[in-house]
């Protein structure tokens, strides 16, 4: 069994500034790719920032200068740093991870975070 908590958003003004967490508990054998997902109020969810096993790091137009993606590998999470938030930020975000088990470790499969709200507003 895998889990992945999310930790971190909430009410911000604009121009300010939040950190989410996501971090992934259970028979975890190794991560590949993280990534962090919004969906606003009537939109699809959209991908906002990818953290890939490789290293390397792919962001939303959107957010580009703004946020960063990053991980702590020997805790199994991931952190989206969210600077100079605008009201079009606003939205639940989701964390999700490929994530090889112990017991299947042949296979990766995706899990997904519970989902946090973020609201920027003055």
């Known amino acids: 069994q895998v889990q992945l908590v999310q930790s971190g958003g909430g009410l911000v003004q604009p121009g300010g500034s939040l950190r989410l967490s996501c971090a992934a508990s259970?028979?975890?054998?190794?991560?590949?790719?993280m990534e962090w997902y919004r969906q606003a109020p009537g939109k699809q969810r959209a991908l906002v920032a990818s953290f890939f096993s490789g290293g390397s790091t792919n962001y939303a137009d959107s957010v580009k200068g703004r946020f960063t993606i990053s991980r702590d590998v020997a805790k199994n999470t991931v952190y989206l740093q969210m600077n100079s938030l605008n009201p079009e930020d606003t939205a639940v975000y989701f964390c999700?991870?490929?994530?090889?088990?112990?017991?299947?470790?042949?296979?990766?499969?995706?899990?997904w975070g519970q989902g946090t709200q973020v609201t920027v507003s003055s």
């Open positions: 259970g028979s975890v054998f190794s991560i590949h790719d």
């Open positions: 999700k991870m490929g994530i090889i088990t112990f017991q299947t470790p042949m296979t990766t499969y995706e899990h």
